[in-house]
């Protein structure tokens, strides 16, 4: 039996459930003006999984590194979300340090 797509599926799963309340907190203390460090991230973890011989590790890695720059777009989306008032807003960051 062959347990690699199982753990890749499992391990997506987990990325995509830590990166909610992490793109939820970076909005909310550091505005949309954070994605460059997401942009990064997820740069790093892609052009690392390039490199790296085992399948399994290389897989993780690029989904790692996809799912940070899908915050990128999630962050911007999360703007709108507070805006509409799903979300709570920063009060100690005022409408000038958003843009």
Not at 29 to 56: D, H, Q, R, T
Request: aromatic share 16%; proline share 4%; net charge positive.
């Amino acid at each position: 039996m062959h347990y690699s797509g199982v753990i890749v599926g499992v391990i997506t799963f987990l990325l995509i459930g830590l990166f909610h309340p992490i793109v939820i907190k970076a909005e909310y203390y550091f505005s949309k003006k954070i994605w460059p460090v997401f942009g990064m991230a997820g740069l790093f973890f892609v052009a690392g999984s390039l490199f790296i011989e085992n399948v399994l590790i290389s897989i993780i890695l690029a989904v790692t590194g996809i799912t940070c720059l899908w915050s990128i777009i999630e962050l911007y989306e999360q703007e709108k979300r507070v805006e509409k008032g799903w979300f709570p807003k920063n009060p100690n960051r005022n409408k000038e340090n958003m843009k």
